[in-house]
């Protein structure tokens, strides 16, 4: 049973799950260090203009969890890694909120593939600026089993959720629908990093859709070499993803170009590029929109 969970990252999708569940009788704790907590403490975390008091823990001070949310981005994946040691116990789950397809191996290499239930979150859009997160939607959490082992933890995730009022998910093909979420991001994520494109500007302009329809073919396309499920009629649910999200909602690689952040483009094209290679088959929209991106990155 999920009694004690720990959150690590407590930016715009940490937060926000965070906010969903203080308060509704779990032990609930952040995990950061020394110098983040201080500022985290020092300034506040607001979350849609209200301070949530979330409690904090050092790694070192780390005891083991029930339940590890990950929701750091890609790039300080393998400094979360190290500061997960002293949660992770015997009968502890992790789920990771993190787009891509990866970070669920990183983190299973270091502590064992059984603790893993694979997650996304989506239809969210939230923008953290400071100590300040607006999350717009509250967002769909969704897991799922890739084997009768993982039965069990999904069912205790769900009752987790079911509590908390968090909405959520169970796939029923979890590899494949992280496959989807690769895709929309792979569109959606850089199209709107290299041009601006907000999720209104998705809807509205058809351009912006060819643009994001030309780099996830590049998806689907892999996905049928390496049986991953997708088809090109997937790619309608990825376009109509944003209908009911606000105008100017903005995907977090948008957020990171705006504020002079690295990207996640790595997990996105750059994934997208090497699974090419190794399914011959290939990506000139993905390396376009990498060599863009990584651009824009170096002219900061
Ligand atoms: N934003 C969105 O709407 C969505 C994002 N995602 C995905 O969710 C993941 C998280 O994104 P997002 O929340 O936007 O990212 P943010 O940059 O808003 O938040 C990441 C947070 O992690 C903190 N952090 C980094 N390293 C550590 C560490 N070692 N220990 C503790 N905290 C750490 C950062 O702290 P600090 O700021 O103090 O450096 C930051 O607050 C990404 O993979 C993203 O692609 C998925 C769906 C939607
Ligand atoms: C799908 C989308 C755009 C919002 O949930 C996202 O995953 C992101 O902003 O990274």
């Known amino acids: 049973m999920i009694k004690k969970i720990a959150i690590i990252g407590l930016g715009a999708i940490g937060a926000s799950v965070g906010e969903q569940i203080i308060g509704k009788g779990y032990d609930v704790k952040i ?12 300034t506040g975390i607001y979350v849609n203009d209200e301070k949530i008091d979330f409690e904090y823990l050092t790694p070192e001070d780390g005891e083991v969890m029930d339940l590890i949310i990950v929701c750091t ?3 300080d994946l393998e400094n979360t890694v190290r500061d997960m040691e002293n949660l992770v116990g015997e009968n502890t789950i992790i789920i990771s909120l993190l787009n891509g397809i990866d970070s669920e191996m990183i983190i ?27 999350r717009g939607a509250k967002g769909i959490i969704h897991i799922g089993s890739v084997s009768d082992m993982d039965d069990l933890k999904v069912r205790e995730i769900a009752e987790l959720l079911d509590n908390c009022g968090v909405q959520y ?12 979420k690769l895709m929309l991001n ?6 709107a990093a290299v041009s601006g494109a907000t999720y209104g500007v998705v809807v509205e302009f058809q351009e912006a859709r060819n643009m994001m329809g030309a780099a ?19 790619m309608n649910s990825c376009f109509s993803n944003f209908d009911n999200l606000p ?32 399914c011959s088959i290939p990506t000139p929209v993905n390396e376009f929109l990498y060599n863009a991106i990584r651009l824009i990155e170096k002219r900061y």
Request: neutral net charge; glycine residues 10%; charged residues 30%.
């Open 31 to 42: 995990v950061a260090d020394r110098n983040r907590i201080e500022r985290y403490e020092e």
């Open 247 to 278: 105008y100017g909602g903005k995907p977090s690689m948008l957020q990171d170009v705006e504020n002079k952040r690295k990207t996640e483009v790595e997990m996105f094209a750059g994934r997208i590029i090497e699974l090419g290679k190794k």
């Open 73 to 75: 981005k890609f790039h």
């Open 186 to 191: 792979v569109g959606v994520n850089q199209l």
């Open 216 to 234: 996830m073919m590049e998806v689907v396309k892999i996905s049928q070499v390496m049986g991953t499920g997708l088809t090109e009629d997937d």
């Open 108 to 134: 299973g290499e270091a502590y064992g593939m059984d603790k893993l239930i694979y997650s996304y979150i989506n239809k969210i859009s939230g923008v953290k600026e400071g100590n300040r997160i607006n």
């Open 169 to 180: 998910i169970v796939e029923e093909n979890i590899i494949k629908s992280l496959w989807w």
